[in-house]
């Protein structure tokens, strides 16, 4: 079992920047492929980012690609989105999610094939 727990959502104008955090509570996070999905007022859930159990495989959504980065600390058991040059229309609240990994480069952006997921957080963006 994995509990998720978003944080660093906030208010910024367009252009800004934000990290937001996802801290895993576990022994076993290193074995963990985490994603990054987001959901707006009236759409459904997309996703943003997903990185392989180590960090070093990485996949971004083209709307967020070349600005936002997926990095995860395994020792310190978290998942950062670094957000860049951040626009209106990335206003929504944003959910970490995890899956148990066998392969080490396994990664996915298909928010069905997670398991475990956090309560979210909410990033508005104004212009």
């Known amino acids: 079992q994995v509990q998720l727990v978003e944080s660093g959502g906030g208010l910024v104008q367009a252009g800004g920047s934000l990290r937001l955090s996802c801290a895993a509570s576990?022994?076993?996070?290193?074995?963990?492929?985490m994603g990054w999905f987001r959901q707006a007022p009236g759409k459904e859930r997309e996703p943003v980012a997903a990185?392989?159990?180590?960090?070093?495989?990485?996949d971004y959504a083209p709307s967020v690609k070349g600005r936002f980065t997926i990095s995860k600390d395994n020792a310190k058991n978290t998942v950062y989105p670094q957000m860049n040059s951040l626009k209106p229309e990335d206003t929504a609240v944003y959910y970490c999610?995890?899956?148990?990994?066998?392969?080490?480069?396994?990664?996915?952006?298909?928010?069905?094939?997670?398991?475990?997921w956090g309560q979210g957080t909410q990033v508005t963006v104004s212009s």
């Open positions: 576990g022994r076993t996070f290193s074995m963990y492929a």
């Open positions: 999610a995890a899956r148990w990994a066998g392969d080490q480069n396994m990664l996915s952006l298909r928010g069905g094939l997670y398991d475990y």
């Open positions: 990185i392989s159990r180590s960090g070093g495989n990485t």
